[in-house]
């Protein structure tokens, strides 16, 4: 029996403007980076990403490496689209980008005009969709002109296979210049996808975010529990099935050393006092900016999922718990 979508998934989430776009996101986003590759079975993937949807999380975030191996996060998530989800299309937004290296040779990363065109279309094809909502320049090509960069934004946009654009962990100032580039093009730079959480703090040091806020540019926050680190869990060890203990992991060294673990330790001491997990705490302080449309998480099993959802249940942060979730993250 194919999916169907539960009657009340838009009853709770909230959709928040990016910038000042008509497009809305839901405050919590999923991603499909490490954990829907090429080990995970269908049936469990469309679990996931079934409960998520019936919970209104209509944002579902890709790029042509995920996996691994890369193409294969695409390619479970086109199988998902051709079984289960196509009736529910419009209702959802599928995002992805170019800017790792995804084949061999000098046209298989960064930020040519080359590049971005045809992997554009092979994310198009292992996804199984005829369009992206909004399709990302996943890194800043400090060789090729950013007017090429944004010169295959814009050809996408035309050409209707990206009804929005974006740009990924792009400085402040390359942000304002893709910004004005795209403008000068007729296309809307809607959305800018950094790293941000309580741990990593770039686009607030950086002045991205502001530069956002003045812009209109929305703003979706990747990794906002650090990759696990903010759910308190690594300060009992790496501990088995975590991303941390996989080979070649991504998570920072420096996330793992002592004193961020103590940092998490406290950190967890406040979202207790809200009567909230770990986890909760770091995504409703991710959101706590009005510039901000969403965060994206990842989450490796169904029951992760659930506990970062009752995030929604209070997003409320007052100034204090702000000032003591500043005090406690400090080495
Ligand atoms: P998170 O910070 O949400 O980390 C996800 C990991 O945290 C999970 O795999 C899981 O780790 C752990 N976790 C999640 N929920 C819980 C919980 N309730 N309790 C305990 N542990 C939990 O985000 P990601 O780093 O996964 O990034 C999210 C998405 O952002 C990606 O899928 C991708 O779409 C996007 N992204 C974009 C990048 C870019 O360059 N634009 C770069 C990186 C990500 P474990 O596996 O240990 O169980």
Redesign the pocket.
Known sequence: MPYSASPSRYDKMEYRRSGRSGLKLPAIS??????FGGTRDYPSALEILAYAFDKGITHF???NN?GPPPGSSEELFGQMMQHDFKPYRDEMIISS?AGYEMWPGPYGEFGSRKYLIASCDQSLQRCNVEYFDIF?S??FDPDTPLEETMGALASLYHQGKALYVGV??YPREQTIEAHRILQEMGVPLTIH?P?Y?ILNRWIEDDGTLDALGELGVGCIA???????V??G?YSKGKGE????AEKSSSVAGSHLEMGVLDAADRLNEIAKSRGQ?L?QLALAWALRREEMTSA??????L???K??LGALDNLELSDEEIAAIDKASEG
């Open positions: 999923l991603g499909l980076w490490q954990n975030d890709l790029a995920y980008k990302y996943h890194r990924s962990s996808q790293s959480s990747f990794s906002p529990l650090a990759q696990g903010l759910s869990k099935n975590t991303r941390a997990s986890v994206l998480i990842g989450v490796r099993t029951e992760q999922l506990d970062n």
